[in-house]
């Protein structure tokens, strides 16, 4: 094994024989397996059927989940915009010298 000791700008930094090809090379081989496991997960998938039932119930909650977020946006911009008003109010009052 070759080792080499350079020193750059008062660091030392030490080499033990890696490259970055063999890094690229170990990241590919991992990227390649978790396609792999993810392709054959898929395909494992494909052949489950969902109840009607099941599926409806999810649909409702998203349904419901919607409107929650609906109203609450709703809200935060009523909130929002009271403040706004009220911080205008203030300083067109203050301007007036009021």
Do not use: C, W
């Amino acid at each position: 094994m070759h080792k080499q000791l350079t020193v750059r700008s008062g660091a030392i930094a030490h080499q033990n024989g890696t490259s970055v090809g063999k890094a690229l090379g170990i990241k590919h081989a991992v990227l390649y397996t978790v396609l792999a496991a993810a392709m054959t997960a898929g395909m494992a998938n494909a052949a489950i059927e969902v109840p009607p039932e099941m599926l409806q119930v999810f649909l409702d909650l998203a349904k419901a989940f919607g409107i929650l977020m609906a109203a609450g946006a709703v809200l935060f911009g009523v909130i929002r915009g009271g403040v706004a008003l009220f911080k205008l109010a203030g300083r067109i009052f203050s301007a007036a010298g009021a």
